[in-house]
Nanobody, 121 residues
C-alpha cells in the first residue's frame, strides 16, 4: 500500500514563508513526476508546481519567483518552499506522484490527504 503524507502547513502572515513536505511510503519502485496542487475555498483545484524525476520544473504563473519545488529521490519526498506569501495563496495544498509499484505493472497517480495553508493580511 502506498501513502503520500504532507506536512508543514499552517497559519502565516502575509509576506511570510512556509515549507511543505510530502513523503511517499509503501511498495514504491520509482516515482516519475511529483507535483503540488492547491484548492482555494470554493474554487477548483489547480496546479501549483511540478518536478520530474530528472529535476525539470514548471510553475503556475501566480507563484513564479515566490515558490520553489524540489525533491529528494532517495527519500521519495517532494518539497514546496513558499516565500512572500499572499492572502490569495490560502488553500488546501495537495501533493501527488506518478509512480510505479514493485511487482505490479503500470504507472499510478497517488494523492496526499492535503494540508491547510492560511495567509492572513
Amino acid at each position: 500500500q502506498v501513502q503520500l503524507v504532507e506536512s508543514g502547513g499552517g497559519l502565516v502572515q502575509a509576506g511570510g514563508s512556509l515549507r511543505l513536505s510530502c513523503a511517499g511510503s509503501g511498495n514504491i519502485a520509482s516515482i516519475n513526476t511529483m507535483a503540488w496542487y492547491r484548492q482555494p475555498p470554493e474554487k477548483q483545484r489547480e496546479l501549483v508546481a511540478a518536478i520530474t524525476s530528472g529535476g525539470s520544473t514548471n510553475y503556475a504563473d501566480s507563484v513564479k519567483g515566490r515558490f520553489t519545488i524540489s525533491r529528494d529521490n532517495a527519500k521519495n519526498t517532494v518539497y514546496l518552499q513558499m516565500n512572500s506569501l499572499k492572502p490569495e495563496d490560502t488553500a488546501i495544498y495537495y501533493c501527488n506522484a506518478d509512480l510505479s509499484l514493485t511487482r505490479v505493472p503500470g504507472t499510478y497517480r497517488y494523492w496526499g490527504q492535503g494540508t491547510q495553508v492560511t495567509v492572513s493580511s
